[in-house]
């Protein structure tokens, strides 16, 4: 799989992800930090939360977010593959020699080291 580069394929990349968090609930601003995973443009953010909203995997409440998602997490087993190599994780910036990739049918997510790829999945959050 190979990294979105259209607008469109970040767009559903970042639904599809939002539909896959091991959250029920999380505010806005860590939603925010998962998507910037895909993108850093306010107005492609903007679409990806409206899509979401409007394709009914998230309901927003103010600062909140609530997932919709029916039960579809990553499956660690089989959506995440780590690969040997020097990386720089998408999340942090931390060099890595392992990338954790997320592969999601909208695209693959990545790299990430292990800690972050957690966070981005929803299965961790900053206080663990």
């Given at each position: ?5 259209t ?35 306010p ?86």
């Amino acid at each position: 799989m190979t990294e979105p580069s259209t607008r469109d394929e970040k767009l559903e990349l970042g639904v599809e992800l939002l539909a896959h968090l091991e959250r029920e609930e999380l505010d806005l601003a860590a939603a925010v930090d998962r998507i910037e995973t895909i993108t850093t443009s306010p107005g492609l953010t903007r679409d990806i939360l409206d899509a979401a909203e409007k394709r009914g995997v998230i309901d927003r409440d103010g600062a909140r977010l609530r997932i919709r998602r029916g039960g579809t997490y990553v499956e660690y087993e089989s959506q995440v593959v780590a690969r040997e190599g020097d990386f720089e994780c998408r999340r942090c910036g931390a060099s890595i020699s392992t990338g954790h990739f997320v592969e999601l049918d909208a695209g693959e997510l990545g790299p990430f080291g292990s800690s972050c790829v957690r966070k981005v999945t929803g299965r961790e959050t900053e206080s663990e």
